[in-house]
């Protein structure tokens, strides 16, 4: 046998066995739906009650957002700029946020976190992504999880920044019809969790919609003092997990290390001894895993739901099932596509 057909046939051997390792992904995988599928499309149907919920709460008080959104629960969306903005924001981020599959997408995650009913979990609020809280809680409540929740008022740009529609009237609207959940901790948020950088009309906002809801504003002297307690609290209920829903300063912390703390949930990360680091680090040193909601595009590209969704929702086309693989027919495949080359590496 001549080089040259040597050659060939080992091309030719070659394409066989990428058509097979092709055959075998094409046709024997297969997307299988997760065991709590429909404990996941409970948890969207009751976090788009909730919506529904907070629709009524700013048309009753004629709030309208500046945004011009599209998407289907645009009034979730707040207003560019207030005295009780934070920080900038993601208008596309927050229209993404809005889909109510986020609801699913945390029970998902908390079964493969090994979550189960009546354990306990650490819920960080920021005001930033109302949607988000909301689809968390309505996840939590469907799966029968007591939440020890924590909030802040101050929000980014298009989050619950509007004065008359903060998170604390939120969630007291919420409370009236039938979720089961109230904060713990309700602070300003900001610098400092205390309102620093907000101007004074902003403290005026925050201060009153903690008055008209009736719940006392935590204010502490610095974020470490701040971090501290919320730490007391989540050890002292013994939570199995944390959620972090935004940027809110205590769960991230306030040294360098904060940016790196990873999207989604996660087991463990690195660690630093700053003593300004945030809940998340500070929990997971002792081995409590966390979700982190902040990086929204990213949560919804991983799981094929629609980022920037325009005028509806695209269905979520990796979010409720799992891709399977039938192992013995894939060996099998793979092994017919390597014998080409096995008899021809006998011949030569």
């Known amino acids: 046998m001549n080089r040259l057909t040597l050659n060939t046939r080992l091309l030719i051997a070659f394409a066989v066995l990428l058509a097979g390792t092709a055959a075998s992904v094409t046709f024997f995988r297969r997307q299988q739906p997760l065991p709590c599928r429909d404990e996941m499309e409970e948890a969207v149907a009751l976090a788009v009650k909730m919506f529904g919920v907070i629709e009524q709460l700013k048309q009753e008080r004629n709030i309208v957002s500046d945004a011009h959104s599209n998407v289907p629960y645009d009034f979730m969306i707040g207003d560019e700029w207030t005295e009780i903005t934070t920080t900038l924001g993601s208008l596309d981020a927050k229209e993404t946020s809005t889909n109510p599959d986020f609801a699913a997408l945390t029970v998902r995650l908390l079964h493969e976190a090994g979550i189960s009913g009546g354990e306990k979990v650490g819920v960080i609020i920021s005001g930033s992504f109302p949607s988000l809280a909301i689809s968390a809680l309505a996840a939590l409540q469907t799966m029968g999880v007591e939440p020890v929740v ?199």
């Open 150 to 348: 924590m909030s802040s008022l101050g929000a980014s740009t298009y989050g619950a920044n509007q004065p008359g529609a903060t998170w604390i009237d939120m969630e007291t609207a919420l409370g009236r019809e039938g979720m089961k959940y109230k904060s713990v901790i309700v602070s300003a948020g900001a610098t400092g969790d205390n309102g620093t950088g907000l101007p004074p009309e902003g403290m005026a906002v925050i201060r009153n919609a903690a008055n008209r809801n009736r719940v006392d504003l935590y204010t502490p002297e610095n974020l470490q003092e701040s971090i501290l307690r919320r730490e007391a609290i989540f050890r002292a209920a013994n939570i199995s997990l944390l959620i972090n829903i935004g940027g809110n300063e205590t769960a991230l912390g306030g040294c360098t290390h904060a940016v790196g703390i990873p999207n989604g949930l996660n087991h463990e990360m690195n660690h630093c001894d700053h003593p300004d680091r945030g809940l998340i680090s500070r929990l997971n040193e002792a081995g409590i895993p966390f979700i982190n909601m902040l990086d929204i595009k990213d949560l919804a590209s991983r799981y094929g739901m629609a980022v920037s969704p325009g005028t509806e929702y695209a269905g979520s086309t990796n979010l409720y099932s799992t891709t399977t693989t039938n192992r013995v027919m894939l060996a099998l495949i793979l092994s017919v596509s390597l014998l080409p080359l096995f008899l021809l590496r006998r011949r030569k």
